[in-house]
Nanobody, 124 residues
Framework: QVQLEESGGGLAQAGGSLRLSCAAS????????MGWFRQAPGKEREFVAA????????LFADSVKGRFAIIRDNAKNTVYLQMNSLKPEDTAVYYC?????????????????WGQGTQVTVSA
């Protein structure tokens, strides 16, 4: 069993920054991926970013490329989502997730554990 604890959501102005954290505990192996998805009201959950734990390979959605960074801290089993140049359309509940690094990183089916979600609201 794996537990994912998210923190760092909140309110930001357009152009501002926020950093989300996700700490993983429980049965953790070296060959896995950590990802972030988000879901806005009335919309489907969408991929944001992911990182493979063993190699540090990253993948970003086109909508956040160049603005967001995903950083892993192996010692703390924690992944961060650094969000810069925020836009109102980034407003959503953000979910941390863990899955296998051998799957498609932008496919939610790759992931088997999900956090409870944290709200990010960006005002214009």
């Amino acid at each position: 069993q794996v537990q994912l604890e998210e923190s760092g959501g909140g309110l930001a102005q357009a152009g501002g920054s926020l950093r989300l954290s996700c700490a993983a505990s429980g049965r953790i192996f070296s060959t896995y991926a950590m990802g972030w998805f988000r879901q806005a009201p009335g919309k489907e959950r969408e991929f944001v970013a992911a990182v493979t734990w063993s190699s540090g390979n990253t993948l970003f959605a086109d909508s956040v490329k160049g603005r967001f960074a995903i950083i892993r801290d192996n010692a703390k089993n924690t992944v961060y989502l650094q969000m810069n140049s925020l836009k109102p359309e980034d407003t959503a509940v953000y979910y941390c997730t863990r899955g296998t690094e051998y799957g498609l990183l932008n496919n939610p089916r790759t992931y088997d554990y999900w956090g409870q979600g944290t709200q990010v609201t960006v005002s214009a």
